[in-house]
C-alpha cells in the first residue's frame, strides 16, 4: 500500500488546482449568468468537501474518483472558453496558416502495453473507411525488424500514414503516426523525432499503469509543450477495472504529469479507454465498464477505433505552417525541410524524410542543401550543394510508398529522393530557386555518456566465422552508422590505431549496434566501456553521470537488490512502495559506472522477476571508486575441443560459460571462478584410455547447463583486463592478453599503481 505522505500528495494537488479553478469560473459567472450551469451543485459540494478534508489531513475518497477528476476538466474548459472569447482575433491569423486536414501524432508506450496493437488496429479502421474493408496480415508498423521482433522494444524512429474520412467530414483526413523510443539509450531519435509532431498519444495499461520506460519521451514532449492524449489500454483486464474505479490510475498518471513539469493545460488531457487486442475505444467510463463485464457488446461505429482516430482529430492541434522568407523572393513563401532521417537506396539514391515547415515541392524541382550551422550570411555568399529530387514518398505501414498528389505540402511528413549526398541528420533542405534565408533550429544533441573501442577481431579464431574481416571495413561501417545515429560518435584510438572509439549513450545502445554488425558477418573485438567524465567550468572537480533507476520486483527479492545498488555501486534509495500483487517498487539515484554489469547481476538474484528502466538524470560530482572484488575467472589454457570429463571436473570449481564439444584456445575466459582470483584450466584433456579393467561400471558425468549472455550482458560483466570477440557465429570472452606469463606480469603493474593511488589520496 501506498504511504499516508504518498497518497495525500495528489489529492492536496487535484484540491489546490479545485480551488483555483473554482475561483476563475466564479468571475467567469458574475460576467455571464447564462454560463451559471457549467457547474453542477453537487460537484460544488464535492469541491467544497475535497478542500476542507485536505486541509484536515483527511484524505476524502472523492479525491479518487473518476468523476471529480472528469469535474476538474470541465470547470477549466469553461474557463477556457471565457479567455478564448476575448481573444478570438489573435487566433485568426494563426487558424489561416494551420494545415486543418493534417494531425501529426507520437506513440509513447511501455515495452508491452499495447503500442503494436493499437497501431496495427488504427491501421486496420482507416483502410476501412476508404477501400470499406480491412487489410488482413499486414505487416505491423511497430515490429520492423528482426532485433525489435526478438527484444520486444522500439530501436529506431519511424513514421506510418493514416488516411481517414472523418465522421461527418468528405474531406480526407490524413493522420502521420510517429512510432518513438522509450529508453533513454536512444535519446537522439526522440529528440529529433518530436520537432515534427503536435501531440503525444501516451498508451498506459490499466492494470500497471505509468511505468518508467515512457517517462524520457513523455517529458521530452511535455516541454516542448506537445498536446497529450492518454489510452487506457488492456481495459478487459481481470485487475484493470478495479483501479481504473478506485482512481488509481488517474492519480497515478496526474503524478506522472505534475513530476515532469506538465503545464494546467496539458493536465487537461483527454482519457480513452480501449483494448486494442478487443478492437474497441470508448470516451465514456461506463461504456467501457458495460464492455469489460459483458453488459454491452460493442458495434461497429460508436466503439471502434474510429473514436480514438477521432480523438486525435479533435484534440491534436493542426500543423502551423511556419512563416519564412526567401533570399531571392522574400513575398513568396519558400520550401524549407529539416532532416529528419537520413539513408541510402540502391535504385533512388539518398534519401530524406522530415516534416515540410513551409512552402511545397514537386518531384521536378531542384533542391539546395543548407547545413544546420550555416550563418544567414554564408548562406547568401556560399555555393550550396543542389541536386533534383528523383521522387516523393510516405509510408504506410512498413511499405513506402509513392505519394499520390504531385505537390507536397506544408505541415505533412514526407520522404524526399535525389537530394545531394552530403546531407546530414539536422540539415536544411530548401529550392534551389528561392531559398530561406536560415537555416531551420533543430535541438542539440545530446553529450554521449559511455565509450568503448571496436576492431577487427584479433583472436586465434580470426577469419573462421565471418566475412567481414578487415579493420578498414570495421571503421567504415562504423561511420556510417553515424550517418543517421546522430547520438553516436566515432574518433581513432590513440592507443591502437587498428580500433576505433565508439562514444554512445548507454550499454544497450552500443549493444544494438555490435549485434547489428555481427548479423551482417563482421568479426569484432570489443574492449570494456567507459564512463565519460566531465570537468565543472566552475569548480573544476570532475563529474560523471548520474541515473534515476526505477525496479519493479518481487517482495521477497526487494532486501537483496536494496543490498545490491546501496553498497559498492553508491546508490541511494529515494522511494520504496508496496502494491496489492506483491510486488515492490524502487527508486534510486545511481552513478552510470554502478549500473554496468547490474542487468545480469539482478536478474540472476531475484530469478528473472525484476524489471529494471532507468532514465539520465544530471552529471554529479565523481563517486570515486565503485565495486568490491572483481569476479574471477576460468581461464583455458590450452587449445582444441572442450572435453566433457574436463568440464565435470571444472564444473566443481565455478560455474560453466562453455559446453562439450566447443571451441576453446589459451587465454578464453571458460567460466567464472567460485573464489577470487582467475584460474587456469585445461578444459581439452580428456580421460586416459588404457586396457586395465575393472568390475565398477563406468561413472555417468553430469554437468549443469553453461550459463549464456547477451552481448549487452557481457559488455558490463567483463573486466578491465579482458575484452569481447564478437562473430556470426559466437560470442566469446577473453582475456585482452594471451600469454599467461605477460598476464601475471601486467596484473603484478597494475596493483602496484592502485597501491600508489590509494597512498597518494590519504
Given amino acids: 500500500m501506498l504511504s499516508i505522505r504518498k497518497a495525500l500528495v495528489p489529492k492536496l494537488r487535484l484540491a489546490s488546482r479545485a480551488v483555483n479553478k473554482a475561483a476563475l469560473t466564479s468571475i467567469h459567472l458574475n460576467h455571464t449568468k447564462n454560463e451559471a450551469s457549467c457547474i453542477p451543485s453537487s460537484n460544488k459540494s464535492i469541491m467544497h468537501r475535497c478542500f476542507t478534508s485536505s486541509i484536515s489531513s483527511k484524505p476524502s475518497n472523492a479525491l479518487l474518483s473518476p468523476s471529480f477528476i472528469n469535474m476538474n476538466r470541465r470547470i477549466t474548459m469553461c474557463t477556457r472558453a471565457f479567455s478564448a472569447e476575448t481573444s478570438d ?131 521530452r514532449a511535455l516541454k516542448m509543450g506537445l498536446k497529450p492524449i492518454v489510452i487506457l489500454n488492456k481495459c478487459d483486464k481481470d485487475d484493470a477495472w478495479g483501479r481504473i474505479e478506485d482512481g488509481e490510475v488517474e492519480v497515478e498518471l496526474l503524478e506522472t504529469f505534475d513530476s515532469l513539469g506538465a503545464n494546467d493545460e496539458q493536465m487537461d488531457y483527454v482519457t480513452v479507454y480501449a483494448s486494442g487486442k478487443s478492437g474497441w475505444a470508448t470516451l465514456d467510463m461506463d461504456v467501457a465498464r458495460k464492455i469489460t463485464t459483458g453488459e454491452m457488446k460493442f458495434d461497429g461505429t460508436e466503439t471502434s477505433m474510429r473514436v480514438l482516430l477521432d480523438t486525435i482529430l479533435d484534440n491534436i492541434p493542426a500543423p502551423v505552417i511556419a512563416s519564412n522568407k526567401g533570399i531571392y523572393d522574400p513575398d513568396q513563401e519558400p520550401f524549407a525541410m529539416a532532416a529528419t532521417t537520413v539513408g541510402r537506396d540502391n535504385f533512388l539514391g539518398r534519401l530524406c524524410t522530415g516534416r515540410i515547415e513551409s512552402g511545397s515541392i514537386s518531384k521536378i524541382d531542384a533542391v539546395a542543401l543548407i547545413p544546420r550551422d550555416m550563418t544567414p550570411d554564408g548562406i547568401k555568399n556560399a555555393t550550396l550543394a543542389s541536386s533534383n529530387i528523383t521522387g516523393m514518398f510516405v509510408n504506410r505501414g512498413v511499405l513506402r510508398t509513392e505519394l499520390e498528389s504531385l505537390v507536397a505540402c506544408a505541415g505533412d511528413i514526407v520522404t524526399l529522393a535525389g537530394v545531394p549526398d552530403s546531407i546530414a541528420v539536422g540539415d536544411t533542405l530548401t529550392l534551389k530557386s528561392n531559398p530561406i534565408d536560415h537555416a531551420l533550429n533543430t535541438p542539440p544533441i545530446n553529450p554521449p555518456t559511455i565509450s568503448m573501442e571496436i576492431g577487427a577481431n584479433t583472436s586465434p579464431m580470426a577469419g573462421m566465422e565471418g566475412t567481414i574481416v578487415a579493420s578498414a571495413r570495421v571503421r567504415e561501417r562504423l561511420y556510417s552508422e553515424t550517418d543517421n545515429n546522430v547520438t553516436l560518435s566515432v574518433t581513432k584510438s590513440e592507443t591502437d590505431a587498428e580500433r576505433s572509439v565508439v562514444h554512445a549513450r548507454g550499454e544497450l545502445q552500443l549493444g544494438i549496434l555490435i549485434e547489428q554488425m555481427r548479423r551482417e558477418g563482421f568479426e569484432l573485438t570489443v574492449s570494456p566501456p567507459k564512463i565519460i567524465t566531465t570537468k565543472c567550468e566552475l569548480t573544476g572537480q570532475e563529474l560523471e553521470p548520474f541515473e534515476e533507476v526505477t525496479i519493479d520486483v518481487e517482495s521477497e527479492y526487494s532486501g537483496t537488490i536494496i543490498e545490491a545498488l546501496t553498497g559498492g555501486r553508491k546508490g541511494l534509495l529515494l522511494e520504496m512502495s508496496d502494491s496489492a500483487d506483491g510486488k515492490t517498487r524502487l527508486i534510486f ?173 590519504k
Avoid at 542487468?599 to 522477476?609: H, I, L
Wanted: charged residues 30%; contains cysteine.
Fill in 89 to 219: 482575433d489573435t487566433h485568426t491569423q494563426e487558424d489561416l496558416r494551420k494545415v486543418h486536414h493534417i494531425r501529426n501524432v507520437a506513440i509513447v508506450a511501455h515495452v508491452d502495453h499495447g503500442k503494436t496493437t493499437i497501431v496495427d488496429e488504427l491501421l486496420r479502421c482507416a483502410s476501412e473507411t476508404i477501400s470499406g474493408k480491412a487489410k488482413q496480415n499486414e505487416t505491423l508498423v511497430m515490429d520492423c525488424g528482426d532485433l525489435e521482433r526478438e527484444r520486444g522494444i522500439t530501436i529506431t524512429s519511424k513514421v506510418t500514414r493514416l488516411d481517414y474520412h472523418h465522421i461527418g467530414s468528405d474531406e480526407m483526413k490524413t493522420i502521420n503516426v510517429v512510432d518513438t523510443p522509450g529508453h533513454a539509450d536512444f535519446a537522439g531519435e526522440v529528440d529529433r523525432i518530436l520537432t515534427m509532431i503536435d501531440g503525444v498519444c501516451l498508451v498506459v495499461d490499466a492494470a500497471e499503469g505509468a511505468m518508467a520506460q515512457t517517462k524520457y519521451v513523455l517529458s
Fill in 589 to 761: 539515484e545511481v552513478p552510470s559506472r554502478g549500473l554496468l554489469g547490474f542487468q545480469s547481476e539482478v536478474a540472476t538474484a531475484t530469478k528473472g522477476t525484476a524489471v529494471v528502466n532507468h532514465l539520465f538524470l544530471e552529471n554529479r560530482e565523481y563517486a570515486g571508486h565503485i565495486g568490491g572484488v572483481e569476479k574471477g575467472k576460468l581461464i583455458s589454457n590450452d587449445n582444441g575441443k572442450a572435453n566433457l570429463y574436463s568440464l565435470a571436473n571444472i564444473a566443481k570449481r565455478g560455474e560453466l560459460f562453455v559446453g562439450p564439444g566447443e571451441i576453446v584456445y589459451s587465454g578464453m575466459v571458460i567460466g567464472e571462478n567460485s573464489r577470487a582470483g582467475d584460474l587456469e584450466v585445461n578444459s581439452v584433456r580428456a580421460k586416459e584410455t588404457t586396457n586395465m579393467r575393472t568390475q565398477n561400471k563406468e561413472e555417468k558425468m553430469v554437468i549443469p547447463p553453461p550459463k549464456r549472455f547477451s552481448i549487452e550482458e557481457l559488455i558490463g560483466y567483463m573486466n578491465e583486463d579482458e575484452v569481447l570477440e564478437v562473430t556470426p557465429k559466437a560470442v566469446r570472452l577473453r582475456k585482452a592478453e594471451l600469454d599467461p606469463k605477460t598476464r601475471e606480469r601486467l596484473a603484478r603493474t597494475r596493483k602496484k599503481q592502485m597501491m600508489a593511488a590509494q597512498k597518494s589520496k
